[in-house]
Antibody
Framework: EVQLVESGGGLVQPGGSLRLSCGAS????????MHWVRQAPGKGLEYVSA????????YYASSVKGRFTISRDNSRNTLYLQMGGLKTEDMAVYYC????????????WGQGTLVIVSS | QSALPQPASLSGSPGQSITISCTGT?????????VSWYQQHPGKAPKLIIY???KRPSGVSNRFSGSKSGNTASLTISGLQAEDEADYYC???????????FGGGTKLTVL
């Protein structure tokens, strides 16, 4: 059974940093692209970042470029999102998801981890 | 990249059919067959229900169907059921940012 479990969310002050993790199991992690998607309270979904299967290519939404860094450790079946320079508008539930196919549709999602940015 | 426009809300009665539209441009919806749709119930993670415009993942009811005409993608739900009440999001790859974009979401109410 495919499972994605996010962790690392919590309360952080504006300007602070946080690292999210996503542990994967039930599939060959190193053969799939992985994505981070977020959802602010009461709002819609927003793509945040993506990384290809071997970690050689990364993608970022313009809203986080230069502040967030996506990475993966295929030996540990774990995806990461290092977040810096956090703003109140970054407050959201962050989901990791598995990407499949040329269009990278997201076929499995984690349960999400909440990031609260507040002083 | 702004969210792809979707109707904010729709409603229908059990047994009826409804169609949710997702309007893009030639840089996203119209230019690629990489449109997917997600269903999200309150407090839950999104669930993939349509990918590559019209394909259904295993286990998804055949009451859900997808299509595309020009720059507009559509999700049709036939034979509405109470459990279909949820938020629905389209998504597409976009060459304008070489990334992906979601629609703004449509809240479906089953009366």
């Amino acid at each position: 059974e495919v499972q994605l479990v996010e962790s690392g969310g919590g309360l952080v002050q504006p300007g602070g940093s946080l690292r999210l993790s996503c542990g994967a199991s039930g599939f060959t992690f190193r053969t799939y692209s992985m994505h981070w998607v977020r959802q602010a309270p009461g709002k819609g979904l927003e793509y945040v970042s993506a990384i290809n299967d071997n970690g050689g290519s990364t993608y970022y939404a313009s809203s986080v470029k230069g502040r967030f860094t996506i990475s993966r450790d295929n030996s540990r079946n774990t995806l990461y999102l290092q977040m810096g320079g956090l703003k109140t508008e970054d407050m959201a539930v962050y989901y990791c998801a598995r990407g499949v196919g040329s269009g990278s549709y997201l076929d499995y999602w984690g349960q999400g981890t909440l990031v609260i940015v507040s002083s | 990249q702004s969210a792809l426009p979707q109707p904010a809300s729709l409603s229908g009665s059990p047994g009826q059919s409804i169609t949710i539209s997702c309007t893009g441009t030639s840089f996203d919806v119209g230019g690629y067959n990489f449109v997917s749709w997600y269903q999200q119930h309150p407090g839950k993670a999104p669930k993939l229900i349509i990918y590559d415009v019209s394909k259904r993942p295993s286990g998804v009811s055949n009451r859900f169907s997808g299509s595309k005409s020009g720059n507009t993608a559509s999700l049709t739900i036939s034979g509405l059921q109470a459990e279909d009440e949820a938020d629905y999001y389209c998504s597409s790859y976009t060459s304008s940012t070489t990334f992906w974009v979601f629609g703004g979401g449509t809240k479906l109410t089953v009366l």
